[in-house]
């Protein structure tokens, strides 16, 4: 196996979401577990988005390694805490990032090792609202999960992530790749119905009628 990274970008309204649905119930359907989050425009904590996504993948980490990795993870995931994991004493996540990070690579690469699982799928949403410590998270995974079985999603709109943004970086180290989307032109309008709709007539003006109406 080896890890991947592809994060879907377009403007608003175009399809992304869309996609990434299909995407997520073609993954369901091959029993591949897809692991969720979704960043918001404002109010959230450090890692949120990710952590949401990675505490769905506790109930099917193997027991041993929840009790190998939970010391440290504890310290990112509150819902380890809930389950009555104690957070390692002497570890400190800000002054140790690089260790934190290192534990979540290697539990990843330990849950998605598992005989009855083809790969994972892990998917943060609406990266444009991203913190910046669930970007650096992000980053870290896809430059460190090697040939783990995993595939680091992500999407953005495109035209609203600042062009310092360090979500770029991995991009341009050509460690992921960007899928754009383009918005449907009046043919792919006239195309899409004609196939959904077939046999039926319609006046020539009612295209650019509905895609002015569409956006």
């Known amino acids: 196996g080896q890890s991947r990274a592809i ?21 369901q359907l ?5 692991a969720q989050g979704i960043c918001n425009e404002q109010g959230m904590s450090a890692y949120e988005p990710v952590v949401n996504a990675l505490t769905q993948l506790i109930p099917i980490t193997p027991p041993l390694a929840l009790v190998k990795y939970a010391p440290i993870l504890a310290h990112l995931l509150p819902r380890l805490v809930d389950q009555g994991f104690e957070p390692k004493a002497d570890f400190d996540p800000r002054n140790q990032k690089i260790a934190l990070f290192e ?10 090792a598992q005989k009855k699982y083809k790969s994972l799928v892990l998917f943060v949403d609406d990266l444009h609202w991203s913190d910046l410590a669930s970007i650096d998270l992000l980053n870290f995974l ?21 062009a310092n943004s360090p979500l770029w970086q991995t991009i341009e180290e050509q460690a992921s790749v960007q899928l754009t989307i383009q918005p449907f032109t ?12 077939r046999h039926v007539d319609y006046k020539p003006d009612f295209i650019p009628y509905f895609y002015g109406a569409t956006s």
């Open 30 to 34: 091959s029993e591949i577990p897809f």
């Open 103 to 112: 534990t979540v690579v290697e539990w990843l690469r330990d849950v998605a």
């Open 7 to 27: 994060f879907v970008s377009a403007p608003a309204g175009v399809g992304k979401s869309r996609l990434i649905e299909e995407f997520k119930i073609y993954s």
């Open 186 to 197: 009046p043919g792919h309008v006239a195309e899409l119905i004609e196939k959904m709709l």
């Open 142 to 162: 896809i430059r460190e999960l090697g040939e783990a079985r995993v595939l680091v999603m992500g999407s953005f709109r495109d035209d609203e992530l600042p």
